[in-house]
């Protein structure tokens, strides 16, 4: 599309008329229908003032490109092939019309901006490792593939953002101030007779004068832009799993919520553990609500966020500062009251080698030679049961089986006696092996004793 085409177009979608802009431009109404006719061509000013008038580039209104075509916005590999071209082209011109010192300066920055993007994105990948990956490593067999995928998505994702930001820089630093335009109109080509006396006559034709401008509205180019939409795809995907992650912890705050209103009238904690699942709520509300707006493109009322973000800080702190409080007021109980310990019996009948193995509890043996079989006596938590697995070498495993329903009884009680109990430190069980002394020594021998 030429440019007498283009004019009226653009001036049309900023509902001008010819003589509004005229009169904006300071020209009369004649010479803009003389410049939409293509009878004549502005001065390199004029441009530069409808560019600002008419929200557009100086490429809009010099290139050949079409303005407003509909197979612009689909892909076609042809236009991001050919904006390549132009870029590389670009920067070649910018580099020739630079001087040394320029030139120097250009690639000293280029390369600060190359190191620093590199430091940061470093940065980013151990935060990422630190935490993300190291919760996907705790989840069994799903957490490695997981890990793997997403570390490669992730370094891939980074490297794409940082030469999006260095080609982005590079743009607006440098390529929009070294537009190397050609205007025939400054100086009209001149015939010079040459100082030597000569009978034939030589035809000089002096260059053209090159102008140095910037492009005012940084346009992108379409390959940039491509990436950027796999950047903000991938962001979106992202955002959906976080998302999904967010609204599980949201509803488990709503049932701790529901359970310290319940409970409120047996204590005052409970309340205070009220006001702190109610500002989680908040905050996760707050949090939600941005992911879906990003997620499907909508306008974020950050002011009405920000302002439910600062009162759920407030909430989860004056929530949990007051259960602190009062969680330090408490009697602090060391071990819990025989009452809440039960003794089992259990009789192993062996003939071979055995090893009795329970991880993380307290095992005792005692001799008595009037038994012949293994005794057991399993004192352990009521809110604590068990169960005994026997494997193919003889080994005998005891697994506590944690009953969470007992366990948050116990912890409810705790609280409405106002007590606290140092957990790392109670026994939840404790085995005693009474075996014959034959066995023992045998125990001992291969040293089965764990």
């Not at 509205?217 to 379409?222: D, E, Q, R, T």
């Not at 007590?419 to 026994?427: C, L, P, R, T």
Request: with cysteine; proline share 1%.
């Amino acid at each position: 599309m030429r440019f007498c085409d283009k004019l009226p177009k653009l001036r049309k979608e900023n509902n001008l008329s010819q003589e509004q802009l005229a009169d904006r431009l300071g020209v009369s109404r004649q010479a803009v229908s003389k410049w939409e006719l293509g009878h004549s061509y502005p001065d390199m000013d004029k441009m530069i003032q409808m560019c600002n008038i008419l929200n557009c580039t100086l490429d809009d209104l010099m290139d050949d490109g079409t303005i407003g075509n509909s197979s612009n916005n689909k892909f076609n590999i042809n236009n991001y092939f050919q904006d390549i071209l132009k870029f590389i082209t670009r920067t070649y011109n910018m580099f020739c019309s630079m001087k040394w010192k320029e030139k120097l300066k250009c690639l000293t920055e280029l390369i600060f901006i190359f190191f620093l993007l590199l430091f940061f994105g470093a940065m980013i990948r151990i935060v990422i490792d630190d935490f993300l990956f190291d919760l996907l490593l705790k989840i069994p067999t799903v957490g490695e593939l997981f890990k793997s995928l997403l570390d490669s998505i992730f370094t891939v994702i980074l490297v794409i953002i940082g030469l999006i930001i260095f080609l982005h820089l590079f743009k607006i630093r440098y390529l929009d101030y070294y537009i190397t335009v050609e205007d025939s109109t400054i100086k009209d080509k001149i015939i010079e007779t040459p100082i030597d006396k000569d009978d034939g006559i030589k035809y000089v034709e002096k260059a053209k004068e090159k102008i140095i401008i910037r492009d005012p509205k940084h346009s992108n180019f379409s390959f940039l832009n491509f990436f950027l939409k796999i950047i903000v795809l991938a962001m979106k995907c992202f955002s959906f799993f976080i998302g999904l992650f967010t609204i599980l912890v949201f509803i488990f705050l709503a049932i701790l919520l529901s359970m310290s209103v319940y409970n409120y009238l047996h204590g005052v904690i409970f309340i205070y553990c009220s006001i702190a699942f109610l500002g989680g709520l908040a905050f996760c509300y707050c949090l939600i609500e941005i992911l879906y707006n990003f997620i499907c493109s909508r306008k974020q009322n950050f002011r009405r966020i920000f302002i439910i973000f600062i009162i759920s800080l407030l909430l989860v702190g004056f929530g949990s500062g007051l259960v602190v409080s009062t969680y330090l007021s408490f009697d602090y109980v060391g071990q819990l009251p025989e009452s809440d310990y039960v003794v089992d019996k259990e009789t192993l009948v062996i003939k071979d080698d055995f090893r009795i193995i329970s991880y993380g509890n307290n095992i005792t043996y005692v001799i008595d030679n009037t038994v012949n079989d293994v005794n057991l006596s399993i004192k352990h938590l009521k809110n604590i049961d068990y169960y005994i697995h026997h494997d193919d070498d003889n080994n005998y495993f005891i697994y506590e089986d944690f009953n969470m329903f007992n366990a948050y009884k116990t912890l409810i009680n705790s609280l409405k006696n106002s007590q606290s109990y140092d957990y790392g430190k109670i026994s939840f069980m404790e085995i005693v092996v009474t075996v014959n002394e034959n066995t023992y020594n045998r125990l001992i021998k291969y040293d089965y004793i764990s």
